[in-house]
């Protein structure tokens, strides 16, 4: 009898009528004795305890039953009976029946049938009792492989509908459905694992974290995530086990989909306190979440955004531990700022991206870890805004100043720090505010001793000190002594002085005067200097005589004239004075200004000065001068002056205008048009010594200015300067020999890496283009051209179309010298020539659209359809 009491081995069944049930139930034929079968086994489960009584050869047996149950004939299927025989059995064996009736092209069922008993079982929480059941110690010593199908038929549900049902599934098995009613799933398993653990019971929750792991790794983290993460956020604030839980939630799962489920909690965490409790020190036991934290979000990504940049950070620097990995991806980030690869060639996003981290992570520092690593943040800073600064992108450079100067301030708080000039606007007040933390919504709850480094006055917010100085107030002397010490002169009444008038400074009236202000001991005259520099620019246009006479020193004098006071405008003054002197005086001027672009101890700054002086000179020497004379092509209207007494004839002359008018059709009225003077264009002497000298040593590196090397952004602003010049050029006897020089040049800078460079190189040929004749490129430069357009066919569409168009030129020189005598043939010779000179002026039309509207970077140009539009014309040729 005690024998027969003992409780049985796992495997073997509790009751020993419920494996006879079982096995005539398989074996009942016909439709009565399967609507018989249903109800004994119903009744056998029900008496043997449940699901969870069943041995191994139960089981079996009650699988064997449930297939043959759902391949059985609709007529056979006792309705209403069948479908709780499914809802009541064992939840991880019917889902596997379920599927396979699903899935079987043979089965009895219809789809629609086995689909609405899948709905009932996810409405009925049975997909928690799934979950649970495997959960069970007996369940985890089984088969790892029937684990594995199960994991995929929990997380594929959806997808098995949809493939059957073509679409046309219940609402439940919507994707954005299913895996939130999963996430509720998750939740009631895991409470019931939190009251085992109070128990004193064993369980497992690795089924639940690969669950969770192969969610996210199939791209549903926020639906499943966002039912998990408010929840465990309440139930972690102020209770250990829980917050354990969450730590073997994710510690369990596999590598392979920890990146997913890392991501999604640094997505949804509301707090880095709270992701702190979520995840704990994760990122010190698992080699993959750290280099996922550490490396790929910080280094290898750049769409996150701030928020999830602040929980990232913010994670690691709230316990100890941790904050040796925050050092370490300070480095990282670090080197990665100040290397002149990165700045060169990855997307401006990915450095701002980069930038916003370093911020954040000097936000978090502490000062004996900015001891500790002063000189290494120093190195890097020098580096880094010397990379930044030679970038040809405004932005960035913008960027590493910001940087740079934040480095600055958090390494020398008592000292001098790094101060730019630069305009702030959205995103330099953004980058500014991250320095400072703010504070936190969530309270860090006292842990275990073995935890207690995770104290919520990690998350408390770091005040620079030169804040907490400019806060500091102002003490108050009392009025006893501020009396004492006031001075007996200040009892006399003050002069009233507000009808004084402020005295004008009369500037110089002659060019030697202002050279004496600028440079002489007149100089130290603070009031003179500035009437000098603001009228200079009309002294020296007044005075072209006296101008000549002392042009070069003039024009020294101003390319090193720096602000003494603050002028507004000053930069601008300079300049315009500067090309007041060069237009005046322009061969003796633009040799000494392209000599001092080659010359040494000049800055960037000074030598893209004289690139923008030379450009707007040339262009003023090349513009025509207009005059105010105007003509009308049509016969004037007479007008008749009244006399002012005259009230009685203004009121009928007013009624005759009117009906004349409106009773008069005027077919052209007479646009008028602004008659140009006839005058010689002024650059066309002086082109050369503009042009010439500029191109001449660009490949001769000097001791502090190398343009094939680091001063690329200069080189850029030259080629653009070039590109310039020879479009002003046009008609000018030196062009020619300017366009073969220019193409020599731009063949030598065609593989240059940066893209502003390469934008200039276009806008040369484009200018070539434009500016030289057709019959000197065909005669001159038709090998260069050839050359071009081959390095151009992999570039822009219109490579094609200029050799098209030299071709086309060639063939209707040659046919105009062998075809003139025949008439025909000269009809013919006359339609090609109006097609080929459409053609170039489309060509040339084109190359102008792309000076006028060139992209800010890379390449591009609108495109020509020339070609298009001559077939169209003309479809039969």
Not at 57 to 72: I, N, Q, T, V
Not at 119 to 146: H, I, K, N, Y
Not at 589 to 597: C, E, G, I, N, R
């Amino acid at each position: 009898m005690a024998a027969a009491a003992a409780a049985p081995r796992p495997g073997l069944a509790l009751e020993p009528g419920l494996e006879s049930v079982l096995r005539e139930a398989v074996a009942t034929p016909g439709r009565d004795g399967l609507a018989a079968a249903v109800g004994a086994v119903r009744a056998a489960l029900a008496a043997a305890g449940g699901p969870a009584a069943l041995g191994e050869r139960e089981r079996a047996l009650l699988g064997a039953f449930l297939r043959r149950l759902a391949w059985a004939p609709g007529w056979a299927r006792p309705e209403g009976l069948w479908q709780r025989c499914f809802l009541e059995g064992p939840p991880g064996l019917v889902l596997c029946v379920l599927l396979e009736a699903l899935g079987s092209a043979g089965s009895g069922l219809d789809p629609r049938d086995v689909v609405g008993v899948l709905e009932q079982f996810l409405q009925q929480d049975r997909l928690s009792a799934l979950l649970w059941e495997v959960c069970q110690p007996q369940a985890q010593a089984g088969c790892l492989e029937l684990q594995g199908g199960l994991l995929n038929k929990i997380v594929c549900l959806p997808e098995h509908v949809s493939n059957k049902l073509q679409g046309k599934n219940p609402a439940v098995f919507f994707p954005q459905n299913y895996f939130p009613l999963l996430g509720h799933a998750v939740l009631q398993v895991l409470e019931k694992i939190s009251d085992s653990l109070r128990g004193g019971l064993d369980c497992s929750i690795s089924f639940v974290s690969h669950v969770l792991g192969k969610v996210c790794f199939h791209g549903w983290q926020k639906e499943i995530l966002g039912v998990l993460v408010p929840r465990l956020t309440d139930l972690t604030k102020s209770d250990c086990i829980w917050q354990r839980i969450c730590w073997q939630l994710v510690e369990c799962v596999p590598d392979r989909w920890m990146e997913a489920v890392v991501l999604g909690f640094v997505q949804l965490a509301p707090g880095a306190n709270v992701l702190s409790r979520l995840l704990g020190n994760l990122v010190v036991k698992n080699k993959k979440a750290q280099f996922v934290v550490a490396q790929k979000m910080l280094l290898l990504q750049y769409g996150h955004t701030t928020a999830v940049l602040q929980n990232l950070l913010g994670y690691l620097s709230l316990d100890s531990i941790r904050r040796t990995l925050l050092l370490r991806v300070l480095q990282e980030l670090l080197e990665t700022w100040s290397s002149s690869s990165a700045v060169k060639h990855s997307p401006a996003e990915q450095q701002l991206y980069i930038s916003k981290a370093i911020l954040i992570c000097l936000s978090h520092l502490k000062e004996p870890e900015i001891a500790s690593c002063r000189q290494e943040l120093l190195t890097s800073m020098m580096e880094g805004v010397k990379c930044h600064l030679e970038s040809s992108l405004p932005p960035l450079r913008r960027l590493g100043m910001v940087v740079a100067e934040s480095i600055s301030l958090n390494i020398n708080t008592e000292g001098p720090v790094l101060k730019f000039e630069y305009e702030e606007d959205d995103e330099t007040r953004e980058l500014k505010s991250l320095l400072v933390q703010t504070p936190s919504l969530y309270v860090v709850p006292s842990l275990p001793d073995d935890d207690k480094s995770e104290k919520a006055g990690a998350a408390l917010p770091v005040v620079p000190e030169s804040n907490e100085k400019s806060y500091t107030a102002t003490p108050v002397m009392p009025d006893e002594e501020s009396d004492a010490e006031l001075d007996s002169d200040d009892d006399f009444i003050p002069y009233d002085m507000s009808e004084d008038k402020e005295l004008k400074i009369k500037a110089p009236m002659y060019i030697r005067d202002c050279i004496e202000v600028l440079t002489g001991s007149r100089s130290e005259d603070v009031d003179k200097w500035e009437a000098t520099v603001k009228a200079l620019e009309s002294l020296v246009r007044r005075n072209p005589a006296a101008t000549r006479e002392v042009s070069v020193e003039l024009a020294k004098i101003l390319l090193h004239l720096e602000e003494k006071t603050c002028i507004e405008g000053f930069v601008e003054l300079r300049q315009r004075a500067q090309v007041a002197v060069l237009t005046t005086d322009p061969i003796p001027v633009a040799k000494y200004l392209t000599s001092q672009f080659y010359s040494l101890n000049y800055s960037l700054r000074q030598r893209m000065d004289i690139l923008d002086v030379l450009v707007l000179a040339a262009q003023e020497l090349s513009c025509p001068k207009f005059h105010g004379k105007t003509k009308h092509s049509g016969v004037q209207k007479p007008r008749i002056q009244l006399l002012p007494g005259s009230n009685s004839s203004k009121g009928w002359r007013r009624i005759v205008d009117e009906r004349i008018k409106s009773k008069t059709r005027r077919f052209d009225t007479g646009q008028s048009r602004v008659e140009l003077a006839s005058c010689p264009n002024e650059f066309n002497s002086v082109a050369g010594y503009f042009f010439f000298p500029l191109i001449q040593h660009f490949d001769r590196p000097l001791t502090t200015f190398d343009l094939l090397a680091e001063d690329h952004l200069v080189l850029g602003r030259l080629v653009h300067t070039l590109a310039v010049l020879m479009y002003l050029a046009v008609n000018t006897v030196a062009v020619t020999a300017m366009g073969k020089a220019l193409l020599e040049f731009v063949w030598a800078l065609r593989f240059h890496t940066d893209s502003y460079v390469r934008q200039g190189l276009l806008s040369c040929i484009s200018s070539l283009l434009l500016s030289v004749p057709t019959e000197r490129i065909l005669a001159d430069m038709t090998e260069e051209l050839l050359e071009t357009q081959s390095w151009l066919g992999g570039k822009t569409w219109w490579g094609t179309a200029v050799l098209f168009w030299l071709v086309a030129w060639s063939l209707y020189s040659i046919s105009l010298l062998v075809m003139g005598s025949s008439d025909v043939l000269a009809l013919c010779i006359k339609d090609q020539h109006d097609q080929q000179v459409e053609h170039h002026v489309c060509c040339r039309d084109a190359a102008l659209r792309y000076l006028r509207y060139k992209p800010t970077t890379g390449y591009g140009i609108t495109r020509c359809d020339c070609l298009q539009q001559a077939t169209q014309k003309n479809p039969q040729r």
